[in-house]
């Protein structure tokens, strides 16, 4: 089953623009990450943050994360066409054990027009 | 690229048969982690291998079993094929040091249609 969902499930902005999309979850953390898939092949892995952490950022990608709210967001600054994608967050549960499976969100569509 | 592969890209099988993925992990790394993506929904964690042994499972019946071999390259198995288990199945390579795990690093998928 499904960790949690995202929101919005699917988003349309201008190049230029910033993306927001938000995560939430279920259980207690060890970490969540984000990822990113192109037209259902693999995932690529963009950033990690972990449950002692409240802000993160790498390049033009900046992950929040909210513990007591069990969310999480991802934005997106200055977008670009190629950022169009689908968006999951997945989270490794503090009781996942030696496995730290990825449990994943639903994901959201984003479409970045030119 | 990840330097994880999979194989084939696509297959079509018909209800009741079985079949074999096969996924190559990226160099070095000792875990491997298979996930099944529904259409339009998140991968959802089927099983991991750590050093040729099932490391955990997730909600997924036995029909769905694997393998981990030495070189930690990796097969999954499913017996008895169901319309539903059509799906992207992806693999995960990771490198799992006691209470340290890297990111897992997918391949592209396999993109199975039961018929």
């Known amino acids: 089953s499904q960790q949690g969902e995202e929101d919005p499930q699917a988003l349309s902005i201008q190049e230029g623009e910033n993306a927001t999309m938000n995560c939430s979850y279920k259980?207690?953390?060890?970490?969540l990450q984000w990822y990113r898939q192109n037209s259902g092949r693999g995932l690529v892995h963009l950033i990690l943050?972990?449950?002692?952490?409240r802000e993160k950022h790498s390049g033009r990608l900046r992950v929040t994360l909210d513990t007591s709210k069990k969310s999480s967001s991802l934005l997106i600054t200055a977008s670009r066409a190629a950022d169009t994608a689908s968006y999951f967050c997945?989270?490794?549960?503090?009781?996942?054990?030696?496995?730290?499976?990825?449990?994943f969100g639903s994901g959201t569509q984003l479409t970045v027009l030119p | 690229e990840t330097g994880v592969t999979q194989s084939p890209t696509h297959l079509i099988k018909t209800r009741g048969q079985q079949v074999t993925l096969r996924c190559s992990s990226q160099?070095?790394?000792?875990?491997v982690s298979w996930y099944q993506q529904a259409l339009g929904q998140g991968p959802q964690f089927i099983f991991q291998?750590?050093?040729?042994?099932?490391?955990g499972r997730g909600n997924f019946p036995p029909r769905f079993s694997g393998l981990q071999f030495p070189n930690y390259s990796s097969e999954l198995n499913v017996n008895a094929l169901e319309l539903d288990d059509s799906a992207l199945y992806l693999c995960?390579?990771?490198?799992?040091?006691?209470?340290?795990?890297?990111?897992?690093?997918f391949g592209p998928g396999t993109r199975l249609t039961v018929t």
């Open positions: 995960a390579s990771s490198l799992n040091r006691g209470a340290i795990t890297s990111e897992q690093y």
């Open positions: 259980t207690s953390i060890n970490n």
């Open positions: 943050i972990r449950s002692n952490e």
């Open positions: 997945a989270t490794v549960a503090i009781s996942s054990g030696s496995a730290r499976q990825l449990t």
């Open positions: 160099s070095g790394h000792n875990t």
């Open positions: 291998y750590y050093r040729e042994e099932e490391n």
